[in-house]
């Protein structure tokens, strides 16, 4: 159910520590995140230790996008800050800088909003885009993704502050 031609999804498993460790500590992920220092192997194999928890009870899910021909981690995508009561979860994605633009975030977003739907029974997602992510908005919007609202100076950045747009979609 988690697959289609180009990449799958799977749960986290303790393997992954060196690919975790390595998207962790990409910098260039920094300024959409609160990371602001690197993220220790100690640290990461804690988290690999405890990511088999419920997703209602920690109300966030990780899986990893995989490479259908080679098997190989590409990314991660997330479903966070999840609501039972009102069946909305926040989602994200990441892709190691190589793999980038070769339609597999594409291909992961499809599974994970159908799976969010059909398996988790979610009514809607959100999403937030900083305002220059343009491959990002461009993505998000192809899939059924809407603009809600912009949240002004919200991510601060070397240069200054900018702008971020919020996106809705009803599942």
């Known amino acids: 159910m988690l697959h289609n031609e180009l990449v799958f999804l799977r749960a986290l498993e303790a393997e992954d520590l ?25 640290t990461l194999r804690q988290y690999l230790d405890n990511a088999a928890a419920d997703w209602q009870e920690v109300r966030q899910l990780r899986l990893v996008i995989c490479a259908t021909d ?36 594409q291909a992961a977003l499809q599974l ?3 799976y969010a ?18 491959r990002s908005i461009y993505l998000f919007e192809k899939l059924g993704f809407t603009v809600v609202g912009v949240r002004k100076q919200w991510l601060r950045k070397a240069d200054g502050w900018q702008d971020v747009l919020e996106y809705q979609c009803i599942v």
């Open 70 to 105: 080679d098997k190989r981690a590409v990314g991660t995508v997330d479903l966070f800050d999840y609501q039972a009561r009102h069946q909305r979860a926040g989602i994200g994605i990441a892709l190691l800088p190589a793999e980038q633009g070769r339609g597999y975030a």
């Open 18 to 42: 060196e690919f975790l460790y390595a998207l962790e500590n990409d910098a260039a992920l920094w300024t959409v995140s609160d990371n602001v220092v690197p993220i220790s192997r100690y």
């Open 112 to 114: 994970v909003i159908s």
């Open 117 to 134: 739907h059909t398996t988790l029974h979610l009514h809607q997602l959100y999403c937030t885009i900083a305002t220059d992510n343009v």
